[in-house]
């Protein structure tokens, strides 16, 4: 399935070139809600959120009213979600906060992944509601908007935070928004470590990908190839 991406930032929807470079800009957005209207989901990442920079609060609620959407992009309380639920959202995705462990309880469990946030996120919000963001820049999970790097694979913090949510989003953010193909393999692996719903970001750039993914069982969110115009939506 392709999952189609709005990026929020600055009150324009945008693409960037490895969470960074400034690619592209829109404002016209009923046009883009018309064009991803045809899909059963829809990813919408507030990008000034992630980055402690602001929020597109209002933004966000003009297309949740009116695309099925999955809102993720700096939420890290149970109270953010439940914010983003009540504006119409369908799942939210949590990413940085989970990766903290902080309290001594998750020290001893794990040191590095917040296992108790990620509890109270499934009691106070439901599994069924909960996406769970992991994402790597040079083979290690990558937190703060991108900017820092946690020592863990990908395959270890899906196999830890399994248990609490609904589905995995995974970004390679070394190949996003740049075109160039997201790396098959990685998907296949991955893949194989869990049995929750598998959404992949991060380089795709032509609907074969996209094919080759779902034959695997996999889930395709795709930005830059579908503002491009390199991919029809």
């Known amino acids: ?9 600055g009150g324009r929807i945008v693409q960037l070139v490895q969470g960074e470079k400034l690619e592209l800009a829109f404002d016209d957005f009923d046009y883009w809600i018309e064009r991803f209207s045809k899909y059963p989901l829809v990813q919408l990442i507030d990008l000034d959120a992630a980055m402690r920079q602001g929020s597109n609060a209002d933004l966000i609620s003009q297309f949740t009213s009116k695309l099925p ?37 998750d020290r001893k469990r794990h040191p590095l992944i917040n296992l108790d946030f990620a509890a109270k996120l499934r009691d106070a919000l439901g599994e069924e509601q909960l996406v769970f963001s992991v994402d790597t820049k040079g083979g290690q999970v990558a937190v703060r908007g991108w900017k820092e790097n946690v020592a863990l694979t990908p395959e270890e913090a899906v196999t830890w935070l399994e248990d609490f949510c609904t589905a995995f989003l995974y970004t390679h953010v070394d190949t996003e928004g740049t075109m160039t193909g997201f ?30 993914l779902d034959a695997m069982g996999v889930d395709a969110v795709a930005g830059m190839a579908v503002y491009s115009g390199a991919m029809e939506a």
């Open 69 to 105: 959407c999955q809102v993720g992009g700096g939420l890290r309380t149970a109270e953010d979600g439940k914010r983003m639920l009540d504006l119409g959202a369908k799942r939210v995705i949590y990413g940085s906060s989970l990766f903290s462990g902080d309290n001594e309880a």
């Open 183 to 212: 790396p098959i393999d990685v998907a296949a692996i991955l893949r194989a470590t869990t049995a929750k719903q598998l959404i992949v970001a991060g380089g795709i750039k032509e609907r074969a990908e996209v094919d080759a």
């Open 1 to 9: 399935m392709l999952i189609p991406s709005i990026d929020l930032m």
